[in-house]
């Protein structure tokens, strides 16, 4: 059996915990197939992949478990690592993982500044030849860190410790003086028609104003300048980018020393309000037990990558991390996004999403008496930069 690469990461403190030492069966979910849509043909078939499969059980922490596979099909082997939390334990917290949105980190050293970690795994897509930002939203601590007005998808948690997914989209004004506008954007990747703001999470990386946009500073609360040529988010203000006529001028007329106020809240079409909470991709489970088809496939550079889904089963109380590995030049290779639902199905996840993919899909977990390993193979070979990990603590 050909067995995941594990590489040991150095930590300053030490857990212990049980390992279920034991080879144990997952079992593995009834599934019925929807209705296929057009799939191309480089589409590899459907496959069963858990049933057969003999999974490592790892007690990783209270309340935190990690199963890990190999999968034998027509093509070679598939890692499977399938990390499961209870929620609701209460001595369990999930965490951020980022310096600053635009600065990209391996997720060891984004993981580095949090000693109480027992996991750790990359979040959703990015900008990775750009800004290095996030494209998704991010919530945290209820308010939106990356959002717009357009909705989007995100997985987060509630007040009532339950997993949730959700659309949602930014509700924000910008006050200045007497005066005031709405809000279309906060630190998002690139910034809609409309009054956008850039706070200190963005960090110090240029922030990408279109050609022709207004750009002004403020910083302690106050306008610096009617004009600026500056494109960095000053310490302790905002910057503000307006594009569209109407936005332009109104950020334009503000004179100097007009004191501003930046007001941001969630919408969502959820009643029950997430407080933490990351952009996703495509949802690969909508319902229990039913595999989905005729996602698309990319041809170059595999159309078996790596990747990483979200999901949850039984109600929300529990959380489902997958990470399947890829190995290029060697019989280990990753799922195509059909395959993917089809495994989210049989791991008996009830919703489940893509949550990044190829050389971004990581996990780490702090196994018995030893730091935070790296569990599966990175497909690039090394781990890849990101600005966002996500981050579970034992208290």
């Known amino acids: 059996m050909v067995r995941p690469a594990v590489q040991r990461i150095v930590s300053r403190t030490s857990v212990v915990v049980a390992l279920?030492?034991?080879?144990?069966?997952?079992?593995?979910?009834?599934?019925?197939?929807?209705?296929?849509?057009?799939?191309?043909?480089?589409?590899?078939?459907?496959?069963?992949?858990?049933?057969?499969?003999?999974?490592?059980?790892?007690?990783?922490?209270?309340?935190?478990?990690?199963?890990?596979?190999?999968?034998?099909?027509?093509?070679?082997?598939?890692?499977?690592?399938?990390?499961?939390?209870?929620?609701?334990?209460?001595?369990?917290?999930?965490?951020?993982?980022?310096?600053?949105?635009?600065?990209l980190s391996p997720?060891?050293?984004?993981?580095?500044?949090?000693?109480?970690?027992?996991a750790a795994v990359n979040t959703g897509f990015y900008d990775m030849f750009g800004t290095g930002a996030p494209y998704g939203p991010l919530i945290v601590d209820g308010r939106p860190v990356v959002m717009s007005t357009t909705g989007a998808t995100v997985v987060g948690f509630t007040e009532q410790r339950r997993v949730a997914d959700a659309q949602v989209w930014l509700r924000g004004t910008v006050r200045a003086g007497p005066d005031h506008?709405?809000?279309?954007?906060?630190?998002?990747?690139?910034?809609?028609s409309g009054l956008s703001v850039y706070t200190r999470a963005w960090g110090s990386e240029p922030i990408p104003a279109p050609r022709g946009a207004a750009v002004r500073v403020a910083q302690a609360g106050r306008i610096r300048s009617v004009r600026s040529a500056s494109r960095q988010v000053p310490r302790h203000g905002e910057l503000f980018v307006a594009q569209g006529a109407s936005a332009r001028a109104w950020l334009s007329a503000l004179p100097a020393g007009t004191p501003t106020r930046v007001v941001t809240q969630v919408e969502s079409n959820q009643a029950v309000p997430l407080v933490q909470a990351y952009g996703v991709g495509s949802e690969w489970v909508g319902q229990a037990g039913v595999v989905q088809h005729g996602f698309t496939?990319?041809?170059?550079?595999?159309?078996?990558?790596?990747?990483?889904?979200?999901?949850?089963?039984d109600g929300g109380r529990q959380l489902v991390i997958v990470v399947v590995a890829d190995h290029p030049g060697t019989s280990s290779h990753g799922l195509d996004a059909d395959q993917m639902s089809g495994l989210l199905v049989q791991l008996g996840v009830s919703r489940g999403y893509a949550w990044d993919g190829s050389g971004s899909s990581e996990l780490l977990a702090r196994m018995s008496g030893t730091g935070l390993s790296l569990r599966n193979y990175p497909a690039d070979g090394r781990e890849r930069p990101m600005p966002l990990g996500f981050g579970i603590e034992t208290s």
């Open 20 to 103: 279920g030492a034991a080879a144990l069966a997952l079992p593995a979910a009834p599934a019925t197939v929807a209705a296929p849509a057009h799939q191309s043909s480089f589409c590899p078939g459907a496959e069963s992949l858990v049933p057969g499969t003999t999974f490592h059980h790892h007690r990783v922490a209270p309340g935190v478990t990690l199963a890990e596979g190999t999968a034998h099909d027509s093509r070679g082997v598939v890692g499977i690592h399938v990390l499961r939390v209870a929620v609701a334990n209460r001595k369990l917290r999930f965490t951020p993982l980022f310096h600053s949105l635009a600065e």
């Open 107 to 118: 997720l060891t050293r984004l993981a580095a500044r949090h000693r109480h970690l027992v």
């Open 297 to 313: 496939c990319r041809v170059h550079p595999t159309s078996q990558p790596a990747r990483t889904a979200i999901g949850y089963d």
């Open 181 to 192: 506008h709405s809000l279309a954007a906060i630190n998002e990747v690139r910034p809609p």
